[in-house]
């Protein structure tokens, strides 16, 4: 999509890439992954306020709800950063550069990103970066066929870790972050802060992170957008539950959960939790968990910025 709004489509560069065998989701990988969701869940439940790391949020039907939640007028985060996009993408790209290295960090179904790569000038490829591996590469291959000229390298690993970027088949002027949708407010100040050092040391001296925040707003407006009427929501959240059933041998009964949405003036952010209903025990990877009644599991924070 080009900024002056006619049909004609971007060229993606002037060499038409080689591209790499498209990856399919291996046994090895599936088993490390589990491994890591269980150790991370594990200790999230047992701390004195419990919680659960939201990435677990986006399995294949966590990520079907989350993007009809994007379709909502009530969540208009979507919505407003797109056409922030459509009409600043042109500028973004001459700051970033021709024959950049774009690196997203959970790169999703990757609406805004086509509205980036279609923007920029001969981008030295693309690497999506996620740790749901399966879904990762679905998306990688179908950009692969939308834009055969592009190399796409996906990369399926935990973001807040260090990355090992794979190398494009051309150099790169630049190595680029890419990191929309507000996703920084997802983390508390101090992972957010480790999150960027870790961005910067992964772009380099000559390196750029193009990043999206979310602004504080009316309360009455941030609050439908985190709990909306259609109830997909409270759907999105409390799926972490079946995916824990289904891939850590739990017990959640999802009839004994709530949700639970509000927004703390204090701290500036959405608060988002899944309430027990009553004094339960539920069993989770060969552990037992004691939830008092009303007792919250945090699932996600969106933290609101002032633009100081």
């Known amino acids: 999509m080009n900024t002056a709004g006619n049909s004609t489509p971007l060229s993606l560069g002037n060499v038409r890439m080689n591209q790499t065998t498209p990856e399919t989701y291996s046994g090895s990988e599936r088993a490390v992954e589990c491994d890591q969701m269980r150790r991370e869940v594990l200790a999230g439940l047992a701390q004195p306020e419990k919680f659960l790391p939201s990435k677990y949020l986006y399995d294949a039907r966590g990520a079907k709800l989350f993007e009809r ?6 969540y208009y985060v979507t919505r407003v950063e797109t056409a922030i996009l459509r009409e600043h993408a ?9 024959g950049a290295l774009v690196i997203e960090p959970g790169s999703g179904s990757g609406i805004k990103t086509r509205m980036l790569l279609e923007a920029l000038r001969d981008p030295a490829g693309y690497v999506p970066v996620d740790i749901s591996c399966e879904q990762l590469y679905d998306y990688a291959n179908g950009l692969r066929a939308d834009y055969p000229e592009l190399d796409v390298r996906p990369l ?11 190398e494009t088949q051309r150099a790169a002027s630049r190595r680029v972050v890419y990191f929309p949708g507000s996703t920084i407010g997802n983390f508390s100040d101090e992972n957010a802060i480790e999150l960027l050092r ?3 040391d992964l772009t380099g001296d000559n390196g750029a992170v193009l990043i999206g925040v979310d602004l504080k707003k009316d309360r009455a407006l941030l609050e439908a957008a985190y709990d909306d009427s259609e109830g997909l929501s409270a759907a999105f959240a409390l799926n972490v539950l079946e995916r824990l059933n289904r891939e850590l041998a739990a017990d959640f009964d999802l009839d004994e959960f709530s949700y639970l949405s509000s927004y703390s003036e204090q701290a500036g952010r959405i608060e ?8 339960q025990r539920v069993c989770v990877a060969g ?5 008092r009644a009303g007792e919250r599991i945090r699932t996600e924070y969106s933290r609101k910025f002032s633009i100081d």
């Open 69 to 74: 939640i994007c379709e909502l007028d009530e």
């Open 90 to 98: 042109s500028q973004m790209a001459e700051r970033l550069g021709p």
């Open 156 to 166: 399926c690993a935990d973001f807040t870790d260090d990355l090992d970027v794979p």
């Open 198 to 200: 870790r961005m910067r």
């Open 272 to 279: 988002m939790y899944i309430v027990s209903e009553r004094q």
């Open 287 to 291: 552990k037992t968990i004691e939830l």
